[in-house]
């Protein structure tokens, strides 16, 4: 029974990465109905950036921290304005295309940048443990818990009650009509991007001491958080954080109660049925229209 | 300028619109027969990979580019028909048989996936299509009695009627051409006929189509397996060509790649996957030539400039490092893409179109002819 609830906490932890990255992918896709296939890209590089602040600068870790951050918020507004405005209002397709193509590019440049080695930093949750009981959690896990759930509270908050939330949501329900109601729909656009980008070096942040910093890390993860992404309903917030946890618990049970090799596949066996069940996801509207 | 009068209806359809047709594609066939003998070994083995490449575009372009249906995991159903190859011609069954066979068995997956799809658009669809592809990888590591798992699988050379065939010989050459032929006349009769209209109708609008009486859930899954079937034939091809298949050959990468080939060349017609299969598949010499050639041409322009001959030196170092770096194809491929939907979104057969309409009319060409249309009122959720 221990094994088990150990497992269970294992796999929340890990299904709060995948949360997390699963949030940035929510809120751009709230915000502008774009799916950012570059999302665990744009983490890798949030890690990239504190490695560099805090590793080959020597700042305090939470100043590396916050710079990271900004930077990414920075970069992610670069990216927008750049690559997804000119292609905005084209098939979703072709703009799911683009930021695949970002994808390759990030992940190649960062390679030739910092090289293609593991790379570490210090950070305070490196070590230590807490215990509960016989419960044995890690603090580096811990740390990724508790923010990927301040994160989602204060992103629910954020867009349920303020004027700039909402001005998001109208975005995503209706381009023109919020242009109508002079809602500023390009500098909108552009502020999710910078928030995404921001969760996503958060993440990549307070991935780098369990994960490492690794050209690559952002790919596989990524894949892992689309799935919890989708499961959650594309559009819902408090949905990635649980398609997060369903995809990180079975992909951890599965790996620890079941033969070789279901580990991975797991996940992805669990959302095609969710998918053709409710094909918008648990927490996607069942809205369908018909003829 | 040649103008096309129009007195039958059946003239809408044809395949050669006019006697130029014959003109032009006879000659590309002429050549590309005439191909294996006047280019090298090297260049013969690319052109086969072109070939496999486009059959593989054509499928995609029926899916994607005619139904509208994205998929990322057509590497799935490659891989499928170069297993179904290689474990059939282990038990000795012999290639006429194991060649449609590979084709149905992965136009019956391709029909399977289809389903799904059925109640499931944009990118909740292309996420199914990537968590079918890698439940198809993880199957082929761990089904270890037929797929020998992740060791891998050797495919001997095809045994045609007692001809052996063998991979770099000019018969395998021309046999893929014949397949590729055959694929494009499957593609550009199936665009003439009822079941090719549909497949257009649903891809412009779905609640019209259904509105018309058009069958969705038949025609998507119809589209579906063909496509698979296609790529399925595909993967014979690339099976022998390569001569040993494993589960990592067939990842998400390779089916982005396969994307590419219709992006690149332009999802909206034929000649696009040719065209986008010929870049990607000489993106690999055109590194090789970066690395190789193009620091000794710098450095000997630089030289002939007047630099120094240590500063040349240096250059040529310089050039040579950036050239062999080791992420480079996939930046390379990253801007690729990029550059392709935002300055080109109708691939390299829509420029050759635009050049060439520009010569047609030309004082009056006007660039807003292939302007396309934005639309931002777009909610999905709403759809």
């Keep these: 029974m221990l094994d088990f609830i150990q497992q269970l906490v294992s796999g929340i932890a890990l299904g709060c990465v995948y949360g997390l990255i699963a949030l940035g992918f929510v809120l751009i896709y709230k915000a502008t109905e774009v799916v950012n296939f570059a999302q665990g890209d744009l983490m890798m590089l949030g890690g990239f950036f504190v490695f560099t602040f805090i590793g080959l600068v020597g700042l305090d ?231 | 300028m040649r103008f096309v009068f129009k007195t039958d209806y059946n003239q809408d359809i044809k395949l050669l619109k006019h006697g130029g047709y014959w003109w032009s594609y006879g000659v590309l066939l002429a050549v590309m027969i005439a191909a294996p003998y006047l280019v090298g070994s090297y260049l013969q083995s690319q052109m086969v990979f072109v070939f496999i490449y486009a059959i593989v575009g054509v499928a995609l372009i029926i899916l994607t580019g005619f139904t509208g249906q994205a998929s990322l995991g057509h590497a799935a159903f490659l891989a499928i028909g170069a297993y179904t190859a290689g474990f059939m011609q282990s038990k000795g069954i012999p290639f006429i048989v194991y060649f449609p066979a590979a084709a149905i068995i992965t136009g019956a997956v391709g029909a399977m996936v289809g389903f799904p799809a059925l109640r499931l658009s944009g990118i909740y669809l292309v996420i199914a299509t990537i968590a079918f592809a890698f439940i198809v990888e993880e199957i082929l590591a761990r089904w270890e009695s037929v797929t020998h798992g992740n060791e891998g699988m050797r495919v001997r050379t095809i045994d045609l009627l007692g001809q052996p065939i063998p991979r770099d010989g000019d018969a395998f050459y021309f046999l893929c051409l014949l397949v590729l032929v055959g694929s494009i006349l499957l593609a550009l009769n199936l665009l003439r006929s009822p079941t090719g209209r549909a497949f257009i109708a649903i891809r412009d609008s779905e609640t019209a189509g259904k509105s018309m009486g058009i069958d969705l859930a038949g025609y998507k899954v119809k589209s579906f397996a063909i496509s698979a079937a296609l790529t399925g034939m595909a993967g014979v091809l690339f099976a022998h060509k390569m001569s040993f298949i494993s589960p990592e ?107 060439k309409l520009f010569f047609q009319l030309f004082p009056l060409y006007k660039k807003a002819t292939f302007k396309r249309q934005k639309t931002y009122v777009k909610s999905e959720r709403n759809r």
């Design chain 2, 249 to 355: 050959m067939f990842t998400l990468l390779l089916s982005i790649e396969f994307i590419m080939v219709i992006i690149i060349g332009g999802a909206f017609g034929v000649h696009g996957a040719v065209l986008g299969a010929i870049f990607i598949v000489m993106v690999d010499p055109f590194l090789t030539a970066l690395k190789d050639d193009v620091p000794v041409l710098g450095a000997s322009l630089a030289s002939s400039l007047g630099m120094s001959p240590e500063g040349a030196g240096k250059l040529r170092e310089t050039m040579s490092s950036i050239g062999s770096a080791a992420g480079l194809k996939g930046a390379i491929y990253g801007l690729i893409i990029m550059m392709f939907i935002l300055f080109e979104p109708y691939g390299l057969y829509g420029r050759w179109l635009k050049v």
């Design chain 1, 61 to 291: 870790y939470w100043l590396g921290f916050l710079f990271a951050v900004c930077g990414m918020a920075v970069f992610g507004m670069a990216t927008e304005r750049i690559l997804i405005r000119p292609i905005l209002g084209y098939p979703q397709f072709s703009i799911v295309m683009a930021t695949i193509g970002l994808g390759y590019f990030l992940r190649s440049v960062a390679g030739m940048i910092w090289g293609t080695d593991d790379l570490k930093i210090e950070t305070p949750f490196s070590t230590g443990v807490l215990k509960l009981g016989d419960l044995v959690i890690a603090h580096d896990k811990l740390s990724v818990i508790v923010a990927t759930v301040i994160l989602c509270v204060v992103l629910y908050a954020f867009f349920n009650y303020t004027r700039l939330g909402t001005a998001m949501r109208a975005t995503s329900e209706n381009m023109l009509a919020a242009y109508y109601m002079g809602i500023p729909v390009k500098r909108v656009v552009s502020l999710i991007w910078a928030i995404s980008a921001a969760v996503a070096a958060t993440a990549g942040v307070l991935l780098a001491p369990i994960t490492f910093i690794h050209s690559n890390v952002g790919l596989a993860l990524g894949l892992k958080a689309f799935p919890a992404a989708v499961l959650g309903g594309f559009g819902s917030i408090p949905g990635a954080l649980i398609g997060g946890l369903i995809i990180g618990v079975i992909e951890t049970l599965a790996g620890f109660y079941l033969p070789q090799g279901w580990k991975d596949v797991a996940p992805y066996v669990v959302l095609l049925i969710v998918l053709l069940v409710r094909p918008h996801g648990l927490f996607g509207p069942s809205m369908r229209k018909k003829v």
